[in-house]
């Protein structure tokens, strides 16, 4: 049984089930900190930022929290597996990680329009857009993995190998089931792949050209460097855009190529089955992408960097005068 139906090995659970605090913990700081709005950033892009970091706190919660209640207290919790909990389990994480991943096109398709159309990036890059956007695709990642519901018979693996939900029969060798598994595959994260690659080379394209001629008029005119605001201000956003699509995109290959070759091997292709390395790999770099983007606004961000201290601060500041 490969890891196309979210099943998880030893080594990956004792790795994800100490983590998982931590990781909850960062994504919330992380939202805390961009919900203020005193990063310098615009409205869009913080909606943008704080429903990323969102997303991934609830993938962290589903993927990582709620998977070992039923496994680690399966008397007490016996009950679950008269009900169909385990169904809305795999369709709410399937959801969530559809957002997570979608959410990031999003972002980059929001830098993409403000870098390079100008006269687009007025309507578009408001928050009020962000905010239809980001709802629009909560709807549809929603109706989307519904079909995840009808996969699973409502019951958690319990023996042995602490997986997920169980399959009904035949799932597994159903060429039918096979094709929606593959397009939802395709969906997250194939499509974005490719949006997320085609969209940053156009913005660093433009971000390059634009870069050279507007050097070449500052310096023909001036016959001097002189410091240009406007294209240090689209630089920063094409490395925040750049950072954040390239954590996409390096966490979530390896993941890809494994649930893309293990269904081809179950539908009898004739290849070898892929290593539980690669399985163990990937499944701990997809859950690492859902922690790292604090470091990196932290990395590029200046003013994140400034507010990210002063609400670490913020409780040992009550605490000290509390005591005193």
Not at 23 to 51: D, E, M, P, W
Not at 157 to 172: A, I, K, M, S, T
Request: aromatic fraction near 12%; include cysteine.
């Amino acid at each position: 049984m490969n890891d196309v139906f979210g099943n998880w090995n030893g080594p990956a659970l004792m790795v994800s089930c100490g983590d998982g605090g931590s990781r909850a913990s960062v994504n919330v700081l992380t939202i805390v900190v961009l919900s203020r709005g005193r990063c310098g950033l615009s409205t869009s892009v913080t909606h943008y930022l704080v429903s990323m970091a969102a997303a991934d706190l609830m993938v962290v919660v589903l993927d990582l929290v709620l998977k070992q209640i039923p496994m680690a207290y399966r008397e007490q919790f016996s009950f679950l597996l008269a009900v169909h909990v385990c169904n809305i389990h795999a369709v709410l994480l399937y959801a969530a990680t559809d957002c997570s991943v979608w959410f990031t096109v999003a972002f980059t398709f929001d830098r993409f329009v403000h870098i390079c159309c100008q006269k687009l990036r007025t309507k578009y890059c408001s928050g009020r857009t962000a905010a239809v956007t980001l709802g629009s695709v909560i709807m549809l990642s929603c109706l989307k993995n519904i079909f995840w519901y009808f996969m699973f018979t409502g019951e958690y693996h319990l023996y042995y190998h602490p997986w997920f939900c169980r399959e009904r029969d035949g799932v597994l060798r159903s060429p039918v089931w096979a094709v929606i598994e593959c397009f939802h595959f395709l969906l997250t994260p194939g499509v974005p792949f490719c949006l997320i690659l085609l969209l940053n080379v156009f913005t660093t394209r433009h971000v390059l050209v634009i870069s050279r001629a507007r050097r070449r008029l500052r310096s023909s005119s001036t016959g001097d460097n002189i410091r240009d605001p406007e294209m240090e201000s689209r630089r920063k956003s094409l490395v925040l855009l750049l950072v954040i699509s390239g954590n996409f995109i390096l966490f979530w290959g390896v993941y890809m190529i494994y649930n893309i070759w293990g269904r081809m091997y179950d539908l009898g292709h004739q290849s070898s089955f892929p290593p539980s390395s690669l399985q163990e790999l990937g499944f701990m770099l997809q859950l690492c992408s859902c922690c790292t983007n604090t470091t990196l606004y932290a990395v590029t961000q200046t003013k994140f960097r400034e507010q990210l201290k002063k609400t670490v601060k913020v409780p040992f500041t009550l605490l000290a005068n509390f005591l005193s």
